[in-house]
């Protein structure tokens, strides 16, 4: 009997990393369903096709502009208010098939309330949040009186309604307690205080119930492509605490799921820029130094209330390949076979900046590829030099054959220290 196959896109950063790319170029190649794995709405996965279409993508898989259809998984949360405003703008462009686990929790607009309460009330010391309640949901859902799933959605309305008054009624006053929150503001309070809240909610979740199928993870057949959500900076258990997110953002949750599907073997893309980006607040090596070399476009990290503005530093290879080599340990139970797909080349005007042992290496754009097969002992398979699938370049380097040709691609690369490298620009 032969291996079963699946495919993954895993962030190897703080997100944003061309996830949503490498998810149609590989859905686009061949992909029976795109499983979201962890996450959820807070998701921002941008797809620009080679005809010009472009949607960021929040529930709905990376894969529906090649009309390959979603599967939430139990570990992904949903958000019906959200899944329906995307399914309105994805409808004419793309594939709105999806199936939802029974298990998925649901996020209420209590949760997403809470969440927003206690982002606003941290000021400068926020965490990061994008105010959609993923952590809230998580919370609550802790609590099997509060707790509510999709399977829950099928239940009749009385019981539904009795349970979003108890979270409202009850849980919100006790979480916030917990939080420390003594004052609500104005504009949250009309919320509380109005059923009309809920009502709309219903509306929201039957609308949702209508264009979705149940199915257990279980349950999945043909040919699998995981997309995760965020990065592995930011996983729950890696990431640096409290700046994460509510979710483990790699392997774990796809293994568990690819043993109950009878999958065994995951071909896993860890998608990375050719630098490094952070939207929101949080630790973020070598921000400050010098990126005069980038010409970043970011359509979809636009300066926001809750995230700020997006920041920049240069890769740090060693960051990089720690990252990937922890969550590669995680695996159990089925076998990984991982590469590397570096985006963004394009937005480097011909050296740059990258990092490795504490050190700032001043690189040709081409050999920042080959630095990051040299020292991590994995092939950067895909180099993006655009935001379309027809931008993706597959194929192996050779490092040492990529440095021998300096002569034609650049010098070798040298390290130099931040102070040098100012000094040297300033003389140029």
């Given at each position: 009997?032969?291996?079963?196959?699946?495919?993954?896109?895993?962030?190897?950063?703080y997100?944003?990393?061309?996830?949503?790319?490498m998810?149609?170029?590989?859905?686009?190649?061949?992909?029976?369903?795109?499983?979201?794995?962890?996450?959820?709405?807070?998701?921002?996965?941008?797809?620009?096709?080679?005809?010009?279409?472009?949607?960021?993508?929040?529930?709905?898989?990376s894969?529906?502009?090649?009309?390959?259809?979603?599967?939430?998984?139990?570990?992904?949360?949903?958000?019906?208010?959200?899944?329906?405003?995307e399914?309105?703008?994805?409808k004419?462009?793309?594939?709105?098939?999806?199936?939802?686990?029974?298990q998925?929790?649901?996020?209420?607009?209590?949760?997403?309330?809470?969440?927003?309460?206690?982002e606003?009330?941290?000021?400068?010391?926020?965490?990061?949040s994008?105010?959609?309640?993923i952590?809230?949901?998580?919370?609550?859902?802790?609590?099997?009186?509060?707790r509510?799933?999709?399977?829950?959605?099928l239940?009749?309305?009385?019981?539904?309604?009795?349970?979003?008054r108890?979270?409202?009624?009850?849980w919100?006053?006790?979480?916030l307690?917990?939080?420390g929150v003594?004052?609500?503001?104005?504009?949250?309070?009309?919320v509380?205080?109005?059923?009309?809240?809920?009502?709309?909610?219903?509306?929201?979740c039957?609308?949702?119930?209508?264009?979705?199928?149940?199915l257990?993870?279980?349950?999945?057949?043909?040919d699998?492509?995981?997309?995760?959500?965020?990065?592995?900076?930011?996983?729950?258990d890696?990431?640096a605490?409290?700046?994460?997110?509510?979710?483990?953002?790699?392997?774990?949750?796809?293994?568990t799921?690819a043993?109950?599907?009878?999958?065994?073997?995951?071909?896993?893309?860890?998608a990375?820029r050719?630098y490094?980006?952070?939207?929101g607040?949080?630790?973020?090596?070598?921000?400050?130094?010098?990126?005069?070399?980038?010409?970043?476009?970011?359509?979809?990290?636009?300066?926001?209330?809750?995230?700020?503005?997006?920041?920049?530093?240069?890769?740090?290879?060693?960051v990089?390949?720690?990252?990937?080599?922890?969550d590669i340990?995680l695996?159990?139970?089925?076998?990984?076979?991982?590469?590397?797909?570096?985006?963004c080349?394009?937005?480097?005007?011909?050296?740059a900046?990258?990092?490795l042992?504490?050190?700032?290496?001043?690189?040709?754009?081409?050999?920042?590829?080959?630095?990051?097969?040299?020292h991590?002992?994995?092939?950067v398979?895909y180099?993006?030099?655009?935001?379309?699938?027809?931008?993706?370049?597959?194929?192996?380097l050779?490092?040492?054959?990529?440095f021998?040709?300096?002569?034609?691609?650049g010098?070798?690369?040298?390290?130099?220290?931040?102070?040098?490298?100012?000094?040297?620009?300033?003389?140029?």
């Amino acid at each position: 009997m032969s291996n079963r196959i699946a495919k993954a896109v895993i962030g190897a950063g703080y997100g944003d990393e061309g996830k949503g790319l490498m998810t149609d170029y590989h859905a686009a190649a061949g992909a029976s369903v795109v499983v979201r794995s962890n996450g959820g709405a807070q998701a921002g996965h941008t797809v620009t096709t080679p005809s010009g279409i472009r949607h960021v993508f929040h529930h709905i898989g990376s894969g529906a502009l090649a009309d390959v259809p979603t599967h939430l998984s139990r570990f992904f949360v949903v958000n019906p208010v959200v899944f329906n405003e995307e399914l309105f703008a994805l409808k004419p462009v793309g594939t709105t098939r999806s199936t939802t686990s029974p298990q998925a929790l649901v996020t209420t607009p209590f949760d997403m309330m809470i969440n927003q309460i206690i982002e606003l009330q941290r000021g400068h010391g926020r965490h990061g949040s994008c105010g959609l309640g993923i952590g809230e949901t998580e919370e609550r859902s802790l609590r099997p009186e509060f707790r509510l799933q999709v399977s829950d959605l099928l239940s009749p309305t009385p019981k539904r309604r009795a349970l979003l008054r108890s979270i409202r009624d009850e849980w919100v006053p006790r979480r916030l307690e917990m939080l420390g929150v003594t004052d609500i503001p104005d504009g949250f309070k009309d919320v509380l205080r109005s059923d009309d809240v809920i009502e709309r909610f219903f509306v929201d979740c039957a609308f949702f119930m209508g264009y979705t199928t149940l199915l257990e993870d279980r349950e999945l057949a043909g040919d699998v492509l995981f997309e995760g959500a965020q990065g592995l900076l930011l996983d729950q258990d890696y990431g640096a605490f409290p700046h994460v997110t509510r979710s483990n953002t790699g392997l774990k949750n796809m293994v568990t799921i690819a043993r109950e599907a009878g999958i065994d073997e995951i071909e896993v893309t860890y998608a990375t820029r050719a630098y490094v980006t952070r939207h929101g607040a949080g630790p973020l090596a070598h921000e400050g130094v010098d990126m005069s070399w980038l010409d970043m476009v970011d359509l979809t990290n636009q300066p926001n209330e809750w995230q700020g503005t997006i920041r920049k530093a240069p890769l740090d290879i060693d960051v990089l390949v720690a990252a990937i080599r922890h969550d590669i340990s995680l695996a159990q139970g089925v076998k990984i076979a991982p590469v590397i797909s570096m985006s963004c080349l394009d937005q480097i005007k011909g050296r740059a900046a990258v990092v490795l042992s504490g050190n700032i290496l001043d690189v040709e754009r081409d050999h920042i590829p080959a630095l990051v097969e040299k020292h991590s002992g994995l092939k950067v398979a895909y180099r993006s030099y655009g935001p379309t699938r027809e931008d993706v370049e597959k194929g192996n380097l050779s490092a040492e054959k990529s440095f021998a040709s300096s002569s034609t691609r650049g010098t070798i690369p040298s390290v130099i220290s931040l102070a040098e490298r100012n000094w040297n620009a300033l003389a140029n």
